[in-house]
């Protein structure tokens, strides 16, 4: 967030400068598609969408990093980006298969996929916690499960910030997953729509024009879930439990800086090929 002129790190104000910056960078790449390759005008916003999509899904994960391993902090042990990536990366595949039957079902599809493994992994963390760790778990960050009513303060070890994963992280982490998924669906199909238009024209033949865009959408999705994942990294700064985590108030700065990052981030895969 420096980059737009925020803060470093830490804080859940709004910076106006950076919020003004971040909205002329994205109107400016909106007003170069326009102008260059007006086509590409609408795949351009559904590129920008998907890029907030995924940032405001990461701070529904949750992750505790080293010091969950240590049975120290909820969550998973893990960074921010490095659990996002996985999650959203396995929504990306599901929906990547699934493009050719129209942006609905792709977009379900990714979302799904995202889920499906936020999910699987949040169980199997419970279980090394549980049975391996011998750890119940127990918010750091509130007294009761906003979803369950379980109350955590009998069960949390002195000097933690709690450990294991509570059920209302294990919503957030599936939550997480299908807001990732669903965001680097939607780059990947709006790009695959552009190249596979664009390139026959671009390269003068028709001949594995399709593998070709495939290729190329994949790489740039894949590209732009890691940079709003990182944006939104360094903006959630160390752990977050989930959506009750005080943290989880950020959310409005990683989602416009990331807004910009993709608009830039589109404007360039979609000039590769029209220029």
């Known amino acids: 967030m420096s980059a737009l002129g925020g803060g470093a790190a830490g804080g859940e104000g709004i910076n106006p400068t950076a919020s003004l910056i971040a909205l002329v960078i994205v109107l400016v790449a909106v007003a170069v598609v326009f102008v260059v390759y007006p086509a590409a005008l609408v795949p351009l916003i559904g590129v920008i969408i998907g890029g907030v999509l995924i940032s405001f899904g990461v701070h529904f994960v949750p992750v505790g990093g080293a010091p969950a391993a240590m049975g120290q902090a909820p969550g998973i042990a893990t960074g921010v980006a490095m659990l996002a990536a996985g999650g959203g990366l396995a929504g990306l595949f599901g929906g990547a298969w699934a493009a050719e039957f129209g942006i609905a079902i792709s977009l379900a599809a990714g979302a799904i996929g995202g889920g499906l493994l936020m999910a699987i992994t949040c169980l199997m963390v419970n279980v090394v916690y549980v049975y391996a760790m011998g750890i119940p778990a ?138």
Not at 155 to 160: A, D, E, H, L, N
Request: net charge negative; proline share 5%; aromatic share 10%.
């Open 138 to 275: 127990a918010s750091g960050k509130v007294d009761k499960d906003p979803i369950t009513g379980d109350t955590f303060p009998a069960y949390k070890s002195q000097g933690t910030e709690g450990h294991g994963l509570p059920f209302i992280s294990y919503v957030g982490g599936v939550l997480g997953g299908l807001f990732g998924g669903m965001g680097g669906t939607l780059i990947y199909y709006e790009l695959l729509q552009v190249y596979e238009e664009a390139l026959p024209s671009f390269l003068g033949t028709t001949e594995g024009m399709t593998t070709l865009a495939v290729s190329l959408a994949g790489i740039f999705a894949v590209g732009m879930f890691l940079v709003a994942a990182v944006l939104t990294a360094y903006n959630i700064t160390g752990t977050i439990e989930g959506p009750h985590d005080p943290k989880f108030k950020r959310w409005p700065r990683a989602v416009i800086g990331s807004s910009a990052a993709s608009a830039v981030c589109g404007l360039f895969a979609i000039l590769l090929v029209v220029i």
